[in-house]
C-alpha cells in the first residue's frame, strides 16, 4: 500500500494523510500557519486554466492562497509506493533506464 503525503503550498512542509481523511476548512501549517484547504493546496488548482480550477463546477474564489469554503476541494496529494520491507522502490525505474543502456 502507498503512504499518502501532502505538502504546503507555502513552505513545502509534508504532512501524512491518513486514509478517508480530509483537509478541514480551518486547517493550518504547523510550520508556516498558512491555510491547508486552499486553492493552492487542491488538485484542480491550475494556474494556466480560466479561474485557475480545473474542475468546471467550482465558483470562483479571488485569494487562491487563503481558506475557503469550496465543496470540491481535494488535497493535492503524492503517493510514494514502498516495498515490504519498507524500501521505496525503483525497481521498474531501473528495468526502464536500462532498455537505453548502449
Same mark, same amino acid.
Given at each position: 500500500m502507498g503512504d499518502v503525503s501532502f505538502s504546503c503550498f507555502n513552505c513545502g512542509?509534508?504532512?501524512?494523510?491518513? %486514509?478517508?481523511?480530509?483537509?478541514?476548512k480551518?486547517? %493550518? @501549517?504547523s510550520k508556516c500557519d498558512a491555510d491547508l484547504h486552499c486553492c493552492k493546496n487542491c488538485r484542480f488548482f491550475d494556474s494556466a486554466?480560466?479561474?485557475? @480550477?480545473r474542475e468546471t463546477q467550482a465558483e470562483w474564489v479571488a485569494l487562491k492562497d487563503r481558506r475557503n469554503y469550496c465543496d470540491y476541494f481535494e488535497a493535492s496529494t503524492h503517493i510514494t509506493l514502498v516495498k515490504k520491507s519498507g524500501a521505496p522502490t525503483d525497481d521498474a525505474k531501473k528495468k526502464w533506464d536500462s532498455l537505453f543502456k548502449k
Open positions: 512542509q509534508p504532512m501524512q494523510l491518513l %486514509t478517508g481523511s480530509k483537509i478541514l480551518n486547517d %493550518t @501549517c486554466v480560466n479561474n485557475q @480550477c
